[in-house]
């Protein structure tokens, strides 16, 4: 069965300033799709960024942007120049095609002024 | 991006009543999904909706007490049957575009169950 790990369960970070939020996964499958979702109070899920298994490029959406490990399994989501609007739950997902998605613990980020 | 209308966005009901979420999508879907978010948790999967035909449910979840249905490609329910406390959480509907491979969520439903 496909896991998605993530280890840190709260991170916090200065406004304007990089921060990194780690995920790994589990899974047996070669072509998959993983997900970088954001959950505000507003307990909206607003889709962050995506991946392509197959795409060995990293994908990048304005400040946001990851570093795909595929022999590693690791997926982790760079903010860049970090606004007080970050704030929020991010939470890392995997998913095959045509499947469901399945999620990790979440990471509460906090942005501080 | 995607328009997913989902209502009511939140509720408190009496033990031992039933709620409909409804879930409408803006175009045409390959797959609708529910999930549920209890306190402070991440997301678990309910069931997958299925177009006219019976929803496919995950473990852990039974027909009788989440009863879902899809007449067409754009919209979904669920019910919360018999409602206790401890069905009080966050019920999200998501769509993946066929388009695009992209998930979608609603806005999602916030009950509480007295």
């Known amino acids: 069965a496909q896991t998605v790990t993530q280890s840190q369960p709260e991170m916090s970070v200065q406004e304007a300033e990089t921060v990194t939020l780690s995920c790994t996964y589990d899974?047996?499958?070669?072509?998959?799709?993983l997900f970088w979702y954001k959950q505000p109070p507003s307990r909206q899920m607003i889709l962050v960024i995506r991946q392509e298994a197959y795409k060995q490029q990293n994908a990048t959406e304005n400040r946001f942007s990851v570093n795909f490990q595929k022999a590693a399994k690791s997926f982790s989501l760079k903010i860049s120049d970090s606004q007080l609007g970050d704030a929020a739950m991010y939470f890392c997902a995997y998913s095959t095609s045509g499947s469901r998605l399945t999620f990790g613990e979440g990471t509460q980020l906090t942005v501080n002024p | 991006s995607a328009v997913i209308s989902q209502k009511p966005s939140r509720d408190i009901c009496q033990r031992g009543t039933s709620l409909t979420i409804q879930c409408q999508v803006d175009?045409?879907?390959?797959?609708m999904f529910w999930y549920r978010q209890q306190p402070g948790q991440s997301l678990t999967l309910i069931a997958t909706a299925n177009q006219g035909s019976e929803a496919t449910y995950e473990s852990g979840f039974v027909i009788d007490k989440f009863p879902i249905s899809r007449p067409n490609l754009t919209f979904s329910t669920l019910t919360v049957s018999n409602m206790s406390p401890e069905d009080s959480s966050i019920y999200l509907c998501?769509?993946?575009?066929?388009?695009?491979?992209?998930?979608?969520f609603g806005s999602g439903t916030q009950l509480s169950v007295l």
């Open positions: 175009s045409q879907v390959t797959m």
């Open positions: 899974t047996s499958e070669s072509d998959y799709y």
């Open positions: 998501s769509a993946r575009y066929t388009t695009n491979e992209k998930l979608f």
